[in-house]
């Protein structure tokens, strides 16, 4: 298999710092880059971090010169503070990466998304994520997969309610989740990083979709 590369967007994150990683360990891979506000605590012969401010990320261009851009940029309106900046981090600045990313030609583009993205939807929140996959569908990449976690179970720095609620009722009552509410099971962010991680190596052609169940068991 031809060795590749990888751009990552959102290495700071839950899923990003994982599928980071996960990169770095792989055979596959000659060369990971990854855009940050900051340096990051990482030390790798493979690794190269790039300081960038993401408002001006088209004098950046040349970085996405890779196989594989991985975009697991995110944010909440907690910690945004307002619905502007939640815009800001989960729809301009992934379209962005995702049109340069389409400018290079790259193999894959894979982003992080939401179950429950719908532009139409009632929440904000799933309206945003909605209207990102509506747009990276009208894209010219030859790959452009999608990934649709529910809650996600990992070591945050802050605490979620949701998240750690969800975490013990899989514990505690795991036949809750099954049929139609299988889709609700939380899921491990070494999962959804090992099934963003394994896709692109098939390089798979068009547009797909993977909600937490086809993630569980890739």
């Given amino acids: 298999m031809?060795?590749?590369?990888?751009?990552?967007?959102?290495?700071?994150?839950?899923?990003?710092?994982?599928?980071?990683?996960?990169?770095?360990?792989?055979?596959?891979?000659?060369?990971?880059?990854?855009?940050?506000?900051?340096?990051?605590?990482?030390?790798?012969?493979?690794?190269?971090?790039?300081?960038?401010?993401?408002?001006?990320?088209?004098?950046?261009?040349?970085?996405f010169a890779a196989d594989d851009v991985y975009s697991c940029l995110g944010t909440t309106i907690k910690k945004a503070k307002t619905?502007?900046?939640?815009?800001?981090?989960?729809?301009?600045?992934?379209?962005r990466a995702?049109?340069?990313?389409?400018?290079?030609?790259?193999?894959?583009?894979?982003?992080?998304?939401?179950?429950?993205?719908?532009?139409?939807?009632?929440?904000?929140?799933?309206?945003?994520?909605?209207?990102?996959?509506?747009?990276?569908?009208?894209?010219?990449?030859?790959?452009?997969?999608?990934f649709r976690p529910s809650l996600l179970l990992g070591d945050r720095e802050e605490f979620r309610f949701g998240e750690k609620m969800a975490e013990k009722i899989s514990g505690v009552l795991p036949f809750l989740y099954k049929g139609v509410l299988e889709k609700y099971k939380p899921i491990e962010v070494k999962q959804v990083a090992k099934a963003m991680y394994e896709t692109a190596l098939l390089d798979k052609t068009g547009i797909h979709i993977y909600e937490s169940r086809e993630m569980a068991n890739m």
């Fill in 83 to 95: 619905k502007e900046n939640f815009m800001k981090v989960d729809y301009e600045y992934t379209m």
């Fill in 2 to 63: 031809k060795k590749r590369t990888a751009l990552v967007l959102g290495a700071s994150g839950l899923v990003g710092q994982e599928l980071v990683q996960q990169l770095l360990d792989s055979p596959h891979y000659t060369s990971v880059t990854i855009l940050v506000r900051r340096e990051m605590e990482w030390e790798d012969e493979k690794l190269q971090q790039k300081i960038v401010d993401f408002h001006i990320l088209e004098q950046y261009e040349a970085l």
């Fill in 98 to 146: 995702a049109k340069l990313a389409e400018q290079h030609k790259v193999r894959n583009f894979l982003v992080i998304s939401s179950m429950g993205a719908d532009s139409k939807s009632l929440f904000f929140y799933s309206q945003v994520k909605g209207k990102v996959e509506a747009e990276l569908k009208q894209l010219s990449i030859q790959g452009i997969h999608i």
